[in-house]
């Protein structure tokens, strides 16, 4: 018989540098999880990507075991990483740099398996979406 699922948590960590600080056991405390369990497992499973933003999504199951998925890093993480500096404090107003069509493409490829979509070019208008609120533009 399958394990009860008791909750799910969704958490952006970075990547190979969890600790049981603030947010992950302040998100997995509550519910009674072995928490530097956890953190081993997600430091050793991200450890080759050091530094960036890991979404994890963690199913905690009743008997208080646990089991998680990691995903993309954010689309937003991706363009500053392509960038190599953060989005515009005022977007809109003042720009943050430009992005180009192939590097928005590539990042659209790179994350296609979290976004809600099959189409690479619906893909492609979500990062240019990202990168416009982020006052970035896309040419």
């Given at each position: 018989?399958?394990?009860k699922?008791?909750?799910?948590?969704?958490i952006n960590i970075p990547g190979g540098s969890a600790t049981p600080?603030?947010?992950?056991?302040?998100?997995?405390?509550?519910?009674?999880?072995?928490?530097?369990?956890?953190?081993?497992a997600f430091n050793e499973k991200t450890a080759d990507q050091k530094g960036t933003i890991i979404p994890a999504v963690i199913t905690i199951y009743e008997d208080r075991t646990f089991s998680f998925i990691t995903k993309k890093p954010p689309v937003a993480e991706m363009i500053k990483k392509t960038?190599?500096?953060?989005?515009?404090?005022?977007p809109g107003k003042e720009p943050a740099g430009t992005l180009s069509k192939s590097n928005a493409l590539?990042?659209?490829?790179?994350?296609?398996?979290?976004?809600?979509t099959d189409d690479v070019n619906e893909a492609v208008k979500i990062v240019e979406g990202t990168a416009r609120?982020?006052?970035?533009?896309?040419e």
């Open positions: 018989m399958p394990k699922v008791k909750t799910i948590i969704k600080a603030p947010p992950v056991g302040t998100a997995l405390g509550p519910h009674g999880l072995p928490i530097m369990e956890f953190v081993q960038l190599g500096r953060g989005g515009s404090q005022k590539q990042i659209a490829k790179d994350k296609m398996d979290d976004l809600n609120s982020m006052g970035v533009k896309v």
